[in-house]
Nanobody, 129 residues
Framework: QVQLVESGGGLVQPGGSLRLSCATSGFTLDDYVIGWFRQAPGKAREGVSCASKNDGNTFYKDSVKGRFTISRDNAKNTVFLEMNNLRPEDAADYYC??????????????????????WGRGTQVTVSS
């Protein structure tokens, strides 16, 4: 049974940092394209960052470039999103996502057109003073 469980969300002041984690099980993480998406109230879910099968290629939404970093630990079946210099507009529910890598799927496609097979339940990030 495939499971993705996010953690690490919470309340942080503008300019602060959070590290989101996504514990996965039921599949071989190394064979998957991974990603983080977010959804703010009243808005559509959007791809924040996605990474290719070997993390050699990554995609970041323009507004988070230079502030967010996606990574994975295949040995621990865990995906991470390091978020620095957080802004109020980053506040949202953040979802971990995974899709089996089948060429020519790219991390960019996963994030932009939401090519997602498996979703986590989300973790809430609030950015407020």
């Amino acid at each position: 049974q495939v499971q993705l469980v996010e953690s690490g969300g919470g309340l942080v002041q503008p300019g602060g940092s959070l590290r989101l984690s996504c514990a996965t099980s039921g599949f071989t993480l190394d064979d998957y394209v991974i990603g983080w998406f977010r959804q703010a109230p009243g808005k559509a879910r959007e791809g924040v960052s996605c990474a290719s099968k070997n993390d050699g290629n990554t995609f970041y939404k323009d507004s988070v470039k230079g502030r967010f970093t996606i990574s994975r630990d295949n040995a621990k079946n865990t995906v991470f999103l390091e978020m620095n210099n957080l802004r109020p507009e980053d506040a949202a529910d953040y979802y971990c996502a995974a899709t089996p890598f089948i060429p020519p799927l790219t991390e960019r496609q996963m994030c932009i057109i939401n090519v997602v097979n498996y979703w986590g339940r989300g973790t809430q990030v609030t950015v407020s003073s």
